[in-house]
């Protein structure tokens, strides 16, 4: 019975660790890397549009406003 036991110890089925990538860590390692990519694209078309667009022309003050904003400052209005 001795015997039976000390062989029956060399048997013993050691699992060793999968190697290769957790499908979980292939999946998170896709989603960040496609997050990065769009950010980082983004700021790229970002950095583009500012060197080539023009800046928005301001939009022409009207003459009844520019009226109303020198009878506030006290200044009589051309033509007056």
């Known amino acids: ?11 013993v089925i050691v699992e060793e660790a999968s ?22 694209g983004n700021y790229a078309l970002y950095l583009y549009a500012q060197r080539t667009i023009p800046p928005k022309k301001k939009k022409p003050v009207s003459k009844k406003k520019l009226k109303r904003e020198k009878l506030k400052q006290g200044v009589s209005a051309p033509g007056e």
């Open 1 to 11: 019975m001795a015997e039976q036991f000390a062989e029956s110890a060399n048997n």
């Open 19 to 40: 190697k290769g990538l957790n499908p979980a860590m292939i999946v998170l390692l896709v989603v960040v890397s496609f997050l990065l990519l769009f950010f980082v």
